[in-house]
């Protein structure tokens, strides 16, 4: 008896640009890699989700703001609503905090300035379907790149998120003025994750780190775990 | 009707872009304290009555418009031609 290819959908916005990267790390890490249309109401038969990074709708009003209301986008909170896995990396986090599924909001960084280069993370959780490859509090290497990643929670938000651990990853130095240096959330359930930092640029130590191939590649053994068995 | 919708950044909410614009501003010699930048977005809401057009603006502000977690917002309605 062997478990067929997870099957893990790529959404494609308007104005996204690493589906591609995304859909070839998939791929890499042994998925089957679908990319899907933002236009599209369904989602086709999935194990996973990823929503990739870019500038969806040109970023414009707010990131995330308008992309979360696309056709497919629908679809991906059914998804995720019965228990779907869906992973929003940098602006795929934009998109999903603006669309409730996450907690919290990205905001300008604090120096206003664009951040572009590799960056350390430390994992504060082990026990979720995106970090299950890490060991606790493991440094991580990937790279950031985004205008927009200061994470922020007001009043009590914070403080109940750590009780219900769903703060996952932290930088472990000054990125973007991120609230406590949270640098990837998961929501009370733990099916849905987002991050700032780009995993899928970070899958082959040719391109300086594989450090991103353990977040994926968790997702990848949770959407595994989640698939059908063939005989 | 026409509406005019001003967002801002909530009190408290630090505001990176206002940082920038005091400290430009003080710089150039004006003598103010605090700047906060928000956004300024101009509807036409075409032949409508006014209770219904500030009930759909404010809709439309609560769902898309502003982001509740860390902004405000006022509507400031006029009729047409005004």
Same mark, same amino acid.
């Given at each position: ?231 | 009707?026409? /509406?005019?919708?001003?967002? $801002?950044?909530?009190?408290? %909410?630090?505001?990176?872009? !206002? =940082? ?10 004006? /003598?103010?304290?605090?700047? $906060?930048?928000?956004?300024? %977005?101009?509807?036409?809401? !075409? =032949? ?35």
């Amino acid at each position: 008896m062997s478990s067929r290819q997870p099957r893990i959908g790529v959404v494609q916005f308007p104005g996204s640009n690493d589906d591609r990267d995304a859909l070839w790390a998939l791929a890499a890490l042994d998925a089957e890699a679908v990319p899907v249309w933002h236009a599209d109401r369904a989602l086709p038969d999935l194990d996973a989700v990823v929503l990739p990074g870019g500038f969806s709708y040109g970023d414009y009003l707010r990131c995330g703001a308008i992309a979360r209301f696309s056709p497919a986008m629908s679809a991906v909170a059914e998804f995720a609503d019965s228990g779907g896995l869906v992973l929003g990396i940098c602006n795929g986090f934009q998109i999903l905090c603006e669309a409730g599924l996450l907690p919290g909001v990205l905001r300008p960084n604090e120096s206003l300035s664009f951040v572009c280069r590799d960056v350390r993370l430390r994992v504060d959780r082990t026990d979720t379907a995106f970090t299950a490859r890490c060991a606790q509090d493991q440094e991580l290497v990937i790279p950031v790149k985004h205008g927009e990643g200061c994470w922020f929670a007001g009043g009590d938000l914070y403080d109940e998120l750590m009780a219900r651990g769903q703060v996952v990853l932290r930088y472990a130095e000054p990125v973007n003025g991120s609230l406590n240096d949270v640098a990837g959330v998961v929501n009370e359930r733990g099916n849905v994750m987002g991050l700032m930092p780009h995993p899928e640029h970070a899958v082959d130590p040719l391109l300086g780190s594989a450090d991103g191939a353990l977040i994926l590649a968790s997702l990848v053994d949770a959407a595994r775990d989640r698939a059908p068995t063939t005989v | 009707m026409k /509406a005019t919708v001003l967002v $801002r950044p909530k009190q408290g %909410i630090l505001d990176p872009q !206002g =940082d920038a614009v005091t400290n430009s501003l003080q710089h150039l010699g004006f /003598a103010i304290t605090d700047a $906060r930048v928000g956004r300024v %977005i101009d509807l036409d809401l !075409g =032949d409508s009555d006014r209770e219904q057009a500030r009930a759909s603006v404010e809709r439309m502000c609560e769902q898309l418009l502003a982001n509740p977690l860390i902004e405000s917002y006022e509507i400031v309605l006029r009729d047409n031609g005004a």
